[in-house]
């Protein structure tokens, strides 16, 4: 008999740029693939036009904003539901999430969607955040998210709790992939600088979590040991936290590491980039629920040093232990990158566990078996 079509409404804030934006992304194209139809419901962003172009459909719905008002949505999502007949819906953020859950909730059960949520950060544990367990099946995105929801929300029955891992596809972050021509020609002419340093890269939006001080850090102790040092620093400066941006430069100026010390601003080539790296950093200062952008940089085989708490310590522990140091030891991480730069470090190891595949096929079971109406417990085996 063949598979029945399903509906699935996925609801975020925006679809600007990010990891959740990603999956979602990843999950509406999969979908559309296999016949199904995809919603997608956000305020908007850049990403829209690839997601249409992938065959789904997209709705500007402003759900995201953390005000009471946001919450005018309920009713006229609660009819949005039963017109377009959704049979999933998948909520990843925590305003989004009681908008659809107080919309869902006042449905009449025989015929209201199966709700999913999926838990992409470590929120404040707060009854705002409690929302996000109150779907019928609870995705993590690591054993971290898992310990999360266990700890700061034990009426969660653990049934409903599923691991999916965020994943790489193999084909975009192949083992030693290398740019193209063109690519790097104009890479060596924009950064001309680079050619015969050490070049260790932080990605991320300049934002205070992400250890930016640390990297400073890094990169001075480096200098001071004699290591010919360069530091990029992949990513935007966030509009809402300028003075962050304007004192991490002034750190720069103050420790005299213009010439090591690199903003490049936001790319979208964190692949090319990562791929013409010595070593990738990652040093939040509270843990992350998942380490997409160090998965991406092990995938190619390019080392990563990273602070061993959250998902990265996860990530890490699989794939590069060699990498892992203890929260705030700037001087072991610069020990790890020293022996990176002999060429004695060993390699990462291959990864078979965060695979895109595996995330999509566990993430189109979980809404078969609730649309078929089949709950049994979570695991990512």
């Known amino acids: 008999m063949a598979e029945k079509q399903l509906t699935v409404l996925q609801v975020l804030p925006s679809l600007e740029d990010g990891g959740v934006e990603k999956g979602t992304l990843e999950v509406a194209a999969e979908l559309v693939r296999l016949g199904h139809r995809s919603l997608v419901m956000s305020a908007g962003g850049r990403l829209v036009k690839t997601l249409e172009s992938q065959g789904s459909t997209h709705y500007s719905w402003d759900v995201g904003c953390k005000s009471l008002w946001t919450l005018r949505h309920v009713r006229p999502l609660r009819r949005f539901l039963i017109e377009q007949r959704v049979d999933i819906l998948h909520v990843r953020s925590r305003a989004p999430a009681w908008v659809a859950w107080l919309a869902w909730r006042g449905m ?13 950060g470590l929120h404040s544990v707060s009854a705002y955040s409690a929302v996000m367990t109150r779907g019928e099946r609870v995705i993590a995105v690591s054993d971290t998210v898992r310990r999360y929801i266990e700890e700061s929300y034990p009426q969660t029955d653990p049934a409903i709790v599923q691991v999916i891992y965020r994943g790489v596809d193999h084909r975009e972050f192949p ?30 939006r300049i934002t205070r979590l992400k250890g930016h001080h640390d990297f400073i850090e890094v990169v001075d102790t480096l200098k001071q040991q004699g290591l010919a040092v360069t530091g990029l620093i992949v990513g935007g400066e966030d509009p809402r936290r300028l003075a962050y941006a304007r004192e991490i430069r002034q750190m720069v100026a103050e420790r005299g590491l213009e010439d090591e010390i ?41 080392p990563v040093v990273g602070y061993d708490h959250g998902g990265v310590g996860e990530v890490m522990d699989t794939l590069y232990p060699f990498g892992k140091v203890g929260l705030g ?41 609730l649309a078929e109406g089949v709950m049994k417990q979570g695991s990512d085996t």
């Open 329 to 369: 030891k700037i001087a072991a991480a610069a020990e790890r990158l020293i022996v990176i730069a002999k060429g004695e470090a060993p390699v990462p190891a291959k990864n078979n566990r965060y695979l895109k595949s595996l995330m999509l096929k566990k993430t189109l079971a979980v809404y078969r078996r």
């Open 108 to 120: 009449n059960p025989n015929q209201r969607p199966r709700l999913v949520t999926t838990l992409h």
């Open 262 to 302: 690199i903003f490049t601003g936001h790319r979208a080539d964190v692949r090319e980039i990562f791929s013409c790296c010595d070593a990738v950093m990652s040093l939040s200062t509270k843990p992350e629920s998942f380490g997409r952008t160090t998965l991406e940089a092990l995938s190619l085989g390019v």
């Open 175 to 204: 083992h030693g992939f290398q740019p193209d021509l063109g690519w790097l020609a104009c890479w060596h002419e924009d950064f001309a600088q680079l050619n015969g340093r050490f070049v260790v890269a932080l990605p991320g």
